[in-house]
């Protein structure tokens, strides 16, 4: 679906795109972040340079993927700031609550969490297993390897699959790539 095309002019291109992702947007960086401050200071940064790029948008055949590569870059950026910067770090721990609190958040996790269950179920028991040693266990890439006898690349293809198919399960089940997010966060 490209957004900006030659019917639209820019500004309501623009601003097609803009209603499209700000809150999804604001969404992934408020729960990288934990500051509605800087979700808000992240998602205008997005859009400030997308608007800059605008005549670049056209070429640009996965706008979604390319805007929340920029939501995942900007959100990045700000916590490696904030880990060097004390009195940003200290405005970082402060503005964060226990996600335990907030019972909409255990319930959309727990949806998630059960149609992950559900979509695992669907695949190989092999890419099953490695999903949840990577996931669930933490281990690496060769730490799987070594405990089920294959080679890295496989574990990684395995692996690569798995996060595919869970990701276009739940899009088809309503679960926005925030939630997911979400979900491992917890």
């Keep these: 679906m490209p957004i900006l095309t030659q019917v639209l002019t820019e500004e309501e291109a623009f601003k097609q795109l803009y209603n499209t ?8 960086a ?4 934990h500051s509605r401050d800087a979700a808000e ?10 608007w800059m790029n605008r005549g670049e948008l056209d070429h640009i055949n996965d706008m979604e993927h390319y805007i ?7 959100t990045l950026n700000y916590l490696r700031k904030a880990a060097n910067d004390s009195r940003l ?3 970082l721990q402060d503005s964060m609550t226990p996600a335990a609190n907030n019972v909409e958040d255990l319930l959309a996790a727990g949806e998630c969490q059960q149609l992950i269950e559900d979509a695992l179920k669907q695949l190989s028991p092999q890419r099953s297993l490695v999903f949840r040693l990577s996931r669930y266990q933490h281990l690496k890439l060769e730490e799987i390897a070594s405990r089920l006898h ?32 979400f979900w491992f966060l917890k």
């Design 68 to 74: 929340f590569t920029m939501a995942r870059n900007r």
């Design 30 to 33: 408020l729960a990288m972040v």
């Design 150 to 181: 294959l080679s890295r690349n496989t574990v990684k293809n395995h692996l690569v699959e798995a996060l595919r198919f869970i990701r276009s399960y739940l899009a088809k089940h309503g679960v926005t790539l925030f939630l997911f997010v």
């Design 21 to 28: 992702y700000k809150n999804r947007l604001y969404g992934y």
């Design 41 to 50: 200071d992240i998602t205008q940064e997005i859009f400030i340079k997308l």
């Design 89 to 91: 770090l200290h405005e």
